[in-house]
Structures are given as structure tokens and as C-alpha cells.
């Protein structure tokens, strides 16, 4: 762990301006952007666009409407009949995969929350 996690002590209890409750039950969502900045201070960046120029900021509703309609151009590209009812809410579930799981962890407010529990020296964690 770098310099800059290690004096910023917030897995057991946070201690900063934005959330002072135990990691146990919230998680800080600035502990996702300290791990980001401290892996960009270490030379290794998320390879977000945004990290690199000014991009708008989309919604999540917006990614999902524009990923969306590049689907449906995929899909008729290869020939597929989109008034199929098996098919019509493919290109709005594939959008919300990627918007909501595959890319989640890109930004860094998504970071998973942390806990951590006492264990004996010679105790195996499962």
C-alpha cells in the first residue's frame, strides 16, 4: 500500500469531514477516488476518457439511451428482425448491462465496500 492510503486510515473507522461511521456499515465513497488517485500517482489510470480530456458528463439513463440505439444498429446489421418479440428488449438490456455491471467499477463512487473483523493469528478466514 502506497504512502497515500497509509496515512489515510479509513478502514476501521473513517475519520474524514464527509462520513465518520465504521466501514463495517457505510462505506466512504471517497475511498474509491483515494485508491484512483493513488493508482494514478503509481503511473497505472483507469482508462476512462474523462481522466484524460473534458468529456460531458452523461446520466446513466443517457449511456443506456445512446448505447442502446448502437445495439439496434448492430443487431439490423447482422440481420436480425427486431419486431421479434424474443429480440425487441435486447438492445435495452444489453445497454443496462453495460452501463450498470460491466463498466460499473470504472468510476470510482462504485468501489465496493471494505470490511474488516478481528481473526487469531492461526485462524483460517473462508
Not at 452501463?99 to 460499473?104: M, R
Amino acid at each position: 500500500m502506497s504512502k497515500t492510503l497509509e496515512k489515510h486510515q479509513c478502514i476501521d473507522n473513517c475519520q474524514c469531514a464527509a462520513a465518520t461511521v465504521a466501514v463495517v456499515e457505510k462505506q466512504p465513497t471517497h475511498l474509491g477516488y483515494l485508491i484512483a488517485e493513488d493508482l494514478r500517482a503509481n503511473g497505472i489510470e483507469n482508462p476512462l476518457l474523462s481522466n484524460k480530456k473534458k468529456m460531458p458528463v452523461m446520466t446513466e439513463a443517457e449511456k443506456i439511451a445512446k448505447i442502446e440505439g448502437q445495439f439496434k444498429t448492430i443487431l439490423e446489421t447482422m440481420g436480425v428482425d427486431l419486431s421479434d418479440a424474443s429480440v425487441e428488449k435486447t438492445p435495452h438490456r444489453v445497454a443496462k448491462m453495460y452501463v450498470k455491471e460491466l463498466c460499473a467499477g470504472l468510476l470510482p463512487e462504485n468501489f465496493p465496500a471494505c470490511t474488516t473483523f478481528p481473526v487469531t493469528a492461526n485462524s483460517v478466514v473462508f
